[in-house]
């Protein structure tokens, strides 16, 4: 049977965290009560004319030098045509042919263009089901009309519905860094829409794309990506032809039902905003969008494991900022990047109350032996409490490793002289009875024996 693989594009909106809306000066809204938030121009009255919102064009562009875009120096906006209850203009403004950003790359995906555009109002859907389908009444809340978004588009280089959820938590955590939106995507300001084909493996031409709508879950994305490549396989398995149409996936029932057939751009009849001069991105905008660009995670996550940090504690630290930022500091007196960022990972909340040089000298004192794992958290905490040096904090608390064999071969006696039936079942071969013998010597030492150093003397001491 032939096997097929899934070809995946994702369109991703993102509301942007702007004090006010894209064309006029109402605030956005965050749970007002409905119809407060809106203006002549956000409300589609005739006569009244939308201005740029220069914030949402400095995001945008940040945007783009995120995703290393090549950032356009002239850019218009469009009018795209189309008639549904929550668009009162009857066309969305957004933009076409010249974009505000084009082409770039995150991590293993290519992104084709990155644009601005008005969202649309909020539909609510009243009635005995409560869906879209079946629902008695819709009503309609227009403060979100008007609230800046970005449209990032990728290029179908997505290979399964894992790699889609991964790069799109990549994506998410890249914005949030960015601090141009709050990327929440139960409150819809993060959106995903999963342009979906299969073809034969090894075939490099497209087959028939669908389009799933509006997923607002990492995990729906995943399922819902899932759910179609089956249900296009089985139509090619049985002779059938996809047909390019715009899907909806129900996380509940995992059933995927079609919600139009597929528009083509010229439906929309674009045509340049009248009312809009062309955007020209002077220099300076270029410098402060640029100024306020941090290093974001995949960079970040590719500098640690340079140093020496696991792929997987790299892209963790990455995701957690701040944290990451603490590993910095750290970093230069660290003898082990990899052993300091697990220390920073394990230790989180309690790490971030340390010196991070300190983290890093008790990471140091963990690998010279000086320092039992066991006795990690104790250090820091009294670090936490009132700072000072980790080796004088380990040696006034008598928290040092014992590296005295001989004292540490008369504990072990000790120890399987208390406890002999243990002993008796080691002997016998059960070598999981030595936890008892361990946990005395550990209780014995308050932690500072090494585990390993106390397994070996039990072995010798038992003849095994
Ligand atoms: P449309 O004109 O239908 O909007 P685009 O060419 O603009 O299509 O692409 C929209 C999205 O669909 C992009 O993310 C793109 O990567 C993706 N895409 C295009 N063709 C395919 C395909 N055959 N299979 C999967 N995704 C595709
Ligand atoms: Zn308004
Ligand atoms: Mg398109």
């Not at 097929?4 to 064309?23: N, R």
């Not at 179609?228 to 996809?242: A, H, K, L, N, P």
């Not at 010196?355 to 990690?376: F, I, M, Q, R, Y």
Request: aromatic share 4%.
């Amino acid at each position: 049977m032939t096997s097929f693989e899934p070809v995946i594009g994702l369109e991703i909106h993102v509301q942007l965290d702007t004090a006010t809306k894209m064309f006029c000066s109402c605030a956005l809204s965050f749970g007002e009560p409905p119809n407060t938030r809106c203006c002549p121009v956000c409300l589609g009255l005739p006569g009244a004319l939308p201005v740029v919102n220069a914030k949402a064009i400095e995001y945008g562009l940040m945007i783009g030098m995120a995703l290393e875009s090549e950032l356009a120096d002239r850019s218009i906006f469009h009018r795209k045509n189309y008639f549904y209850p929550d668009n009162p203009k009857a066309y969305q403004i957004s933009q076409y042919d010249e974009p505000l950003c084009r082409g770039g790359r995150l991590g293993d995906v290519r992104i084709h263009r990155v644009h601005l555009e008005e969202d649309a109002a909020k539909l609510i859907h009243v009635g005995e089901t409560g869906r879209i389908h079946g629902s008695d009444t819709s009503i309609v809340d227009f403060n979100r009309c008007g609230t800046p978004l970005v449209e990032i588009v990728t290029e179908p280089d997505v290979k399964s519905a894992e790699q889609a959820r991964e790069w799109l938590q990549l994506l998410r955590e890249t914005l949030r860094q960015l601090e141009v939106s709050d990327v929440d995507m139960s409150q819809g300001s993060l959106r995903c829409d999963a342009n979906i084909s299969i073809r034969p493996v090894g075939e490099t031409g497209f087959g028939t794309k669908t389009e799933l709508k509006n997923m607002n879950s990492f995990a729906f994305i995943e399922r819902g990506i899932k759910a179609e490549v089956i249900r296009q396989t089985e139509i090619v398995r049985g002779g059938g032809d996809v047909i390019q149409e715009t899907l909806h996936f129900d996380p509940r029932t995992e059933r995927i039902t079609s919600l139009r057939s597929k528009e083509e751009a010229h439906d929309y009849r674009y045509f340049p905003e009248p009312d809009l001069v062309p955007i020209r991105i002077a220099p300076e905008m270029l410098d402060t969008a640029r100024a306020a660009v941090p290093e974001l995670p995949a960079a970040r996550a590719a500098r640690y494991e340079a140093a020496g940090v696991s792929a997987d504690n790299a892209k963790d630290l990455a995701f957690r900022a701040e944290l990451a930022a603490r590993f910095d500091d750290a970093l230069p007196v660290a003898d082990s990047a990899q052993a300091t960022a697990a220390l920073f990972l394990n230790q989180g909340e309690l790490a971030a109350e340390v010196e991070p040089e300190s983290v890093a000298t008790v990471s140091n004192l963990v690998g010279a032996k000086a320092l039992t794992p066991g006795n990690v958290r104790a250090v820091l905490e009294i670090l936490a409490e009132r700072g000072g040096d980790p080796a004088d904090v380990v040696a006034s608390e008598g928290l040092g490793a014992i590296a005295d064999d001989g004292q540490l071969e008369g504990i072990v006696e000790d120890a399987l002289a208390a406890n002999a039936d243990a002993a008796e079942k080691i002997r016998g071969g059960n070598m999981k009875a030595i936890g008892a013998i361990i946990g005395h010597v550990m209780r014995e030492t308050k932690g500072r024996a090494d585990g390993g150093e106390v397994t070996r003397l039990v072995r010798a001491k038992l003849g095994l």
